[in-house]
T-cell receptor, first 114, second 111 residues
Framework: NAGVTQTPKFQVLKTGQSMTLQCAQD?????MSWYRQDPGMGLRLIHY???????DQGEVPNGYNVSRSTTEDFPLRLLSAAPSQTSVYFCASSRTSGGWGEQYFGPGTRLTVT | GESVGLHLPTLSVQEGDNSIINCAYS??????FIWYKQESGKGPQFIID?????DKRQGQRVTVLLNKTVKHLSLQIAATQPGDSAVYFC??????????FGSGTRLQVQP
């Protein structure tokens, strides 16, 4: 299994541009989530999904959209990038929902917005 | 409010010593806790978890202790090795469908 994969690894955007961060997992996990990590801070939850067709907001959802059309994929869309969205983004999946059990994290996408 | 925090932002230990990383939480309703390790440039990696009906759980070279009376969680690493150098996060399940992470403690292992 490849586990959780994320693309791209690095991205530079100009303010106002939009883009999609890709996340995929091949472990047939129902639960997937997106976090952002800012320097010297822990991870903050952006959006999560407990299964295909079901998404919900986390702690910091503004400026981001998600969809979950399949079990495997959970893309994160930045609608109009702002410098405040400069961060490292991690996607995670787990077999159980609700934050229980081991979450597997992807390698992250480092995003810079100028 | 709900929060997870850490007492020490940086911990430096000698190779072979035992390490103790502490974490305080404020939500008494939290019923599940996890420790993650994050190496530079990588995503967090699961280390060990504990449910609120337990006060101790042991893994390979790691032990997690939970004191619900004072809302305190600790991670003990035995015989710390250079490969243990990383940032360690505690996280809690506050009853929502997600984990709340602390800000992290950097563990530096001196040879």
């Amino acid at each position: 299994n490849a586990g959780v994969t994320q693309t791209p690894k690095f991205q530079v955007l100009k303010t106002g541009q939009s883009m999609t961060l890709q996340c995929a997992q091949d472990m047939n996990h129902e639960y997937m989530s997106w976090y952002r990590q800012d320097p010297g801070m822990g991870l903050r939850l952006i959006h999560y999904s407990v299964g295909a067709g079901i998404t919900d907001q986390g702690e910091v959802p503004n400026g981001y959209n998600v969809s979950r059309s399949t079990t495997e994929d959970f893309p994160l869309r930045l609608l109009s990038a702002a410098p405040s969205q400069t961060s490292v983004y991690f996607c995670a999946s787990s077999r159980t929902s609700g934050g229980w059990g081991e979450q597997y994290f992807g390698p992250g996408t480092r995003l810079t917005v100028t | 409010g709900e929060s997870v925090g850490l007492h020490l932002p940086t911990l430096s230990v000698q190779e072979g010593d035992n390490s103790i990383i502490n974490c305080a939480y404020s939500n008494s309703a939290s019923d599940y806790f996890i420790w993650y390790k994050q190496e530079s440039g990588k995503g967090p990696q699961f280390i060990i978890d504990i449910r609120s009906n337990m006060d101790k759980r042991q893994g390979q070279r790691v032990t997690v202790l939970l004191n619900k009376t004072v809302k305190h969680l600790s991670l003990q690493i035995a015989a710390t090795q250079p490969g243990d150098s990383a940032v360690y996060f505690c996280a809690e399940n506050t009853g929502r469908r997600a984990l709340t992470f602390g800000s992290g403690t950097r563990l530096q292992v001196q040879p």
